[in-house]
């Protein structure tokens, strides 16, 4: 995969669909998405010159790595709700 610049990976950040964080974070309201993608650029803008992303997915995986963010189908409250509903959990097939 290519390299792209600082500047280009947070024009892509900038620009990633609601639907996109939405699948990655578990978020569904867009005032938790849009602080999602505003928390993201600001970790990317704030990295040091040493910290470099090739892609936004690499900036996304740093970001989770960092502990400043667990999406909601990793945190225990999200499995919770998984179990809940049932939904491939403990051994409970998908509905």
């Known amino acids: 995969m290519a390299k792209f610049s600082k ?6 950040i900038a620009n990633l669909s609601d639907g996109v964080l939405a699948t990655l974070s578990g978020f569904t309201k867009y005032s938790d ?17 040493y910290q470099q992303f090739d892609t936004w997915m690499d900036a996304w995986n740093a970001y989770i790595d960092s502990g400043e963010f667990t999406p909601l ?3 225990a409250t999200g ?6 509903s049932g939904i491939g959990i403990g051994g409970i097939s998908m509905i």
Do not use: P, T
Request: no cysteine; charged share 30%; net charge negative.
């Open 73 to 75: 189908w990793a945190s």
């Open 33 to 49: 998405l849009s602080k999602l993608q505003n928390a993201l650029y600001d970790f990317v803008e704030g990295a040091s010159r």
């Open 7 to 12: 500047e280009e990976v947070l024009y892509d």
């Open 79 to 84: 499995l919770y709700l998984l179990e809940e």
